[in-house]
């Protein structure tokens, strides 16, 4: 079981772009589709033409949640699938055997938006990327509860997924989205909503009914809601989130 508030949040999707939008959708939830990608004025136009719709995502809600004090706070970004996409232009030149894209490759890997992110602002501290299948947001939280327990102030979580290459959808096992979240994680005790989450092989209730939401996304509207619990069960563990104060 870990504990943690969340001090500060931002997130960004197709239609969502503000904090009214999304307590709003909260409220009745639906699931973002389109094409609109976030502007991202506070990176300038060179670096911001390297980075594609998903990094946009990403970084946007990173810089929105990004305060002058936090350059040595640590970050943790979290995707299911990363950038896929580029992976799939790769194995593309691959089949037709042609000369592989340096930058492709290396704006494929897992951790590449979390780089991008810290040159972006010469960010010096521990940045981690993370994947953990459909339960990725939770991956993320319990290692962020790691790095507040280790004596972190405050670490910045960053969620983000975008709708799978048609060439893979028959394996989706969960509704598609573009979406990018940030929560600002401190301990307990620190003003804002504090949140709890456990986790076994039982659940402790039925799950939750979904909204035909990605995981990710069901994690964010339970915040933004005013549920007091929501019971996710996913590969065989049962994640619990419960609502204080």
Not at 113 to 138: D, F, M, P, Q
């Amino acid at each position: 079981m870990i504990g943690f508030t969340v001090k500060q949040w931002a997130a960004w999707a197709p239609g969502l772009t503000d904090q009214d939008a999304w307590r709003a959708w909260a409220r009745a939830p639906w699931r973002p589709t389109g094409e609109e990608t976030p502007a991202l004025p506070e990176v300038p136009a060179m670096q911001r033409r390297r980075i594609e719709r998903l990094g946009r995502m990403a970084i946007q809600t990173a810089c929105w949640c990004r305060e002058a004090q936090d350059e040595g706070a640590p970050l943790v970004f979290a995707s299911r699938h990363g950038d896929v996409a580029r992976s799939m232009e790769l194995l593309d030149a691959l089949a037709r055997e042609e000369p592989l894209s340096p930058t492709t490759f290396g704006l494929s890997v897992h951790n590449a938006i979390a780089a991008l992110y810290s040159i972006i602002h010469g960010a010096r501290g521990n940045y981690l990327a993370v994947a953990g299948g459909k339960a990725t947001a939770e991956a993320a939280c319990v290692e962020a509860a790691g790095l507040l327990a280790d004596g972190a102030s405050e670490v910045r979580v960053v969620v983000y997924d975008a709708p799978l290459p048609p060439i893979y959808g028959d394996f989706a096992d969960e509704p598609d989205a573009g979406f990018a979240w940030c929560w600002r994680l401190a301990p307990r005790g620190a003003e804002g909503a504090h949140l709890q989450l456990d986790w076994n092989g039982t659940p402790a209730a039925p799950p939750t009914p979904g909204a035909g939401l990605p995981h990710g996304l069901e994690v964010l509207r339970f915040l933004l809601s005013e549920e007091r619990e929501l019971q996710l069960s996913e590969d065989g563990l049962h994640w619990r989130w419960q609502r204080h104060g």
